[in-house]
Nanobody, 114 residues
């Protein structure tokens, strides 16, 4: 059974940082690319960042490039998203996604507010 479990969300002030983590199980983690998406109420889920399986090529949405960094630990079966210089527009539910069967986690809320 595929499971993706996100953690690390919370409330942070503008300009602050948060690190999200996603723990994976139920598939061969190292073989699949991983991504982060986010969604706000009334809007479609949008791409944030991705990292490929072996060579760890990363890709970012233009809105987060230079502020966010995605990484993965194939030994621990985790993917992380370091978020710096957070802005109120980064407020959303953040989801972890695997290219294995297009699997999704349950999401973690990130709120950027003073």
């Amino acid at each position: 059974q595929v499971q993706l479990v996100e953690s690390g969300g919370g409330l942070v002030q503008p300009g602050g940082s948060l690190k999200l983590s996603c723990s994976a199980s139920g598939f061969t983690f190292s073989r699949y690319s991983m991504s982060w998406y986010r969604q706000t109420p009334g809007n479609e889920r949008e791409f944030v960042a991705s990292i490929s399986s072996i060579d760890r090529v990363t890709n970012y949405a233009s809105s987060v490039k230079g502020r966010f960094a995605i990484s993965r630990d194939n030994g621990k079966k985790t993917v992380s998203l370091q978020m710096n210089s957070l802005e109120p527009d980064d407020t959303a539910v953040y989801y972890c996604q695997s290219s294995y069967l297009n699997s999704w986690g349950q999401g973690t809320q990130v709120t950027v507010s003073a």
